[in-house]
């Protein structure tokens, strides 16, 4: 399994970045790996809630169903499948201030079958889009 985890400061109150984030369609502002993030089912978003989201890695293309599994005061678990691999988003929230929020955002990945093999070789990358979500995800978040 990958795990790579980044905490920052996000320049908004502790409850509207959470309400920007339990949008996972959102992920198009501020993951530079995602392509499309679609809503697939409707509703108010709440545990229960899914997204089609196509993302680009290493110049391909794959495409994983999240769910926001759990929304709590101060926290999101997003979940996401397809047949090689779940990621599972976790996002603590802590206010700092009335007007800002440090985010600690851990990402895990679980390959599956053979593809588990590639775990070592792709760490690096991972820590890279790590980096990137924590530069771009606070001014994205900022500009909703």
């Not at 760490?123 to 500009?143: N, T």
């Amino acid at each position: 399994m990958i795990t790579v985890e980044r905490s920052f400061l996000v320049g908004l109150p502790l409850d509207v970045l959470i309400t920007y984030l339990e949008d996972f369609g959102h992920t198009e502002e501020w993951d530079p790996g995602t392509v499309r993030c679609v809503r697939i089912d409707e509703g108010p978003v709440r545990p229960g809630a899914s997204w089609d989201n196509t993302s680009r890695f290493r110049g391909r293309t794959t495409n994983l169903v999240y769910r926001l599994a759990s929304r709590e005061p101060q926290q999101l678990v997003f979940i996401g499948v397809n047949k090689t691999v779940t990621a599972t988003d976790v996002m603590r929230f802590e206010a700092q201030s009335a007007l800002a929020t440090r985010l600690s955002y851990t990402a895990s990945l679980r390959f599956k079958g053979i593809a588990r093999f590639a775990e070592p070789f792709l760490r690096a990358e991972f820590e890279a889009l790590a980096d990137k979500v924590a530069q771009r995800l606070p001014s994205a978040a900022a500009g909703w």
